[in-house]
């Protein structure tokens, strides 16, 4: 006997960030045998000053219970969109995967603040194969590839800060808006694709469960801002330490600022009690990348493919 199945698209809503995470570690889980988001902290992504999850997330249902799940994000100048797809592996999920897909193109060109030109994003795991040709078949081009790279704790060296070098921590109130000026200068020269917005950044800081005080760190030369790592605690392995945003200022570089940089986050974290760092980096982005955490330690884990399209 064959047993029909009810399917709905439906729109999203501020309890849906449960289901996207389940959806989402589920997945996770699957491929890698570890979660990817607590609840709150996917929450500050979810429901951001940007993000609306009844405007712009979508949800799969089948006999009224969620199989998938798919949050878009843009922000000003709009030049960019991401699509992140929550949608675990079984018989139907490739079918699920591009109506969720479709419809969140669909909720990207309903906005009028996005140009047609603009660039969207959708990051897939590298093992995950089938959703590689999916989305490919979707008019998406692989664009580079992300390493997520690891680092044990144990024995980590002292940092050692140039001369006219060091560091403040960073995370009250009063610092997020100067922290953040340090990301969008030291970021500048980042792919069109990538961006992040003020208001985002400041929400982050504040609402992400993740962003414990005093764990990111800003080098400074005297009183000039040389370099930044934001950094949270991992949510993927336990007793583990995320460097989530991590760039020195061009004019800077060269001098051992990044170097002492992530060292001094090493610490940070092994002071905490935490036995290894994380941090994802842009495989070939720029010269000296990967190497400059290799030298520290860190190998990588996993890897993600990221695929860009334009718009229309």
């Given at each position: 006997m064959v047993v029909a199945m009810a399917m709905r698209l439906r729109g999203g809503t501020v309890a849906d960030v449960e289901n996207f995470a389940r959806l989402i570690n589920e997945y996770h889980q699957q491929l890698r045998g570890e979660d990817?988001?607590?609840?709150?902290?996917?929450?500050?992504?979810l429901v951001s000053p940007s993000s609306d999850p009844v405007q712009f997330d979508r949800y799969l249902e089948v006999d009224g219970v969620a199989v998938g799940g798919l949050h878009t994000h843009s922000s000003a100048p709009y030049r960019k969109a991401a699509l992140?797809?929550?949608?675990?592996?079984?018989?139907?999920?490739?079918?699920?995967?591009?109506h969720l897909l479709d419809a969140g193109m669909?909720?990207?060109?309903?906005?009028?603040?996005?140009?047609?030109?603009?660039?969207?994003?959708?990051?897939?795991?590298?093992e995950d194969s089938e959703l590689h040709e999916l989305v490919r078949s979707l008019g998406f081009a692989r664009a580079n590839q992300v390493a997520i790279m690891e680092a044990e704790l144990a024995g980590?060296?002292?940092?050692?800060?140039?001369?006219?070098?060091?560091?403040?921590?960073?995370?009250?109130?009063?610092?997020?808006?100067?922290?953040?000026?340090?990301?969008?200068?030291?970021f500048a020269g980042m792919p069109a694709w990538w961006h992040v917005e003020e208001?985002?950044?400041?929400?982050?800081?504040?609402?992400?469960?993740?962003?414990?005080p005093g764990l990111s760190l800003v080098a400074l030369r005297h009183n000039e801002a040389a370099g930044i790592a934001v950094n949270f605690e991992d949510t993927t392995r336990k007793n583990t330490g995320l460097i989530g945003m991590f760039a020195v200022m061009p004019h800077m570089q060269g001098?051992?600022?990044?170097?002492?940089?992530?060292?001094?986050?090493?610490?940070?974290f092994s002071k905490l009690g935490w036995t290894h760092a994380r941090l994802a980096t842009i495989y070939g982005y720029r010269e000296g990348e990967p190497s400059i955490y290799r030298a520290a330690g860190m190998r990588p884990v996993h890897f993600n493919e990221t695929f860009l399209r334009t718009l229309d």
């Open positions: 990817l988001w607590q609840i709150d902290e996917l929450a500050s992504l992140y797809l929550a949608c675990p592996l079984g018989p139907n999920r490739l079918s699920y995967a591009q669909r909720v990207l060109r309903g906005r009028t603040e996005i140009p047609a030109n603009a660039t969207v994003q959708i990051d897939v795991p590298a980590i060296s002292t940092p050692e800060w140039p001369g006219g070098f060091h560091y403040s921590e960073f995370g009250a109130d009063s610092d997020l808006r100067a922290g953040f000026a340090i990301v969008k200068t030291a208001r985002d950044f400041v929400y982050m800081m504040r609402h992400d469960p993740t962003a414990l001098q051992g600022v990044g170097k002492a940089l992530l060292a001094q986050s090493f610490q940070q």
